[in-house]
């Protein structure tokens, strides 16, 4: 049901934050948190994902630990200190976003 174009758009700043609040997860975790916490309005694709994912690592905002976990390897990200500081800027540019957006369109979200 959400819009395709507002998810990309979003996508880094989701993986930024819920790193920022797991500390570490693996791809197909992510997918399945972003489900569990939109009720399964919104839905990962891997191909929208690993790239995303393989952009912020090459941005040196991520670090990857690979571990066998029941004969698989599972290949963990984590935020680098980098990571962590630029998580804090999307945070304040998306809330920013969304003060503006209700200014905008006349209706009123509560941000925590």
Known sequence: MANQ?????????IILHLLKTSGEMY???ITQKVKQLTSDEIK?????????????????TLTTESRKVDGRVRKYYKLT???KKA??????ELEAFLMNMQR???FNLKLS
């Open 5 to 13: 174009q507002l998810i990309k758009g979003s996508l880094s700043t």
């Open 27 to 29: 791809g197909y975790e």
């Open 44 to 60: 990962l694709t891997e191909g929208a994902l690993y790239p995303t994912l393989h952009k912020l690592e090459a941005e040196g």
């Open 81 to 83: 200190e980098r990571g």
């Open 87 to 92: 998580t804090a800027e999307r945070m304040q």
């Open 104 to 106: 905008v369109m006349g």
